[in-house]
Nanobody
Framework: VQLQASGGGLVQPGGSLRLSCVAS????????MYWLRQAPGKGLERVSG???????VYADSVKGRFFISRDNDKNTVYLQMERLSPDDTALYYC????????RGQGTLVTVSS
């Protein structure tokens, strides 16, 4: 299993970013996919998940600001992040399970002015 996340970077408060994660090594369209994050000094937090048919779940902290989607033809899951705040600063991982046991290397998102 390989999960390659990208799209992180430095953004000002109120800005937006779109993360992508390309999956390989398993049958992508038979699994829920998740985004998790780990802020400095904190534990792993589940941000969002998306089912095979596109149904989605979100952490309360990101509802209405983050939007998860997937393209099964491209084996890719996305996380559109809007109205970012410094509290969203973290290493973002895509994962094949909700607890992040099977996850990629992560992409760093820094929200700062």
């Amino acid at each position: 299993v390989q999960l390659q996340a990208s799209g992180g970077g430095l953004v000002q408060p109120g800005g937006s970013l779109r993360l992508s994660c390309v999956a390989s090594g398993f049958t992508f369209d038979t699994y829920w996919m998740y985004w998790l994050r780990q802020a400095p000094g904190k534990g792993l937090e589940r941000v969002s998940g998306i089912g095979i048919g596109g149904n989605s779940v979100y952490a309360d902290s990101v509802k209405g600001r983050f939007f998860i989607s997937r393209d099964n033809d491209k084996n890719t899951v996305y996380l559109q992040m809007e109205r970012l705040s410094p509290d969203d600063t973290a290493l973002y991982y895509c994962a094949r399970d909700s607890q992040g046991f099977i996850r990629g290397q992560g992409t760093l998102v820094t929200v700062s002015s």
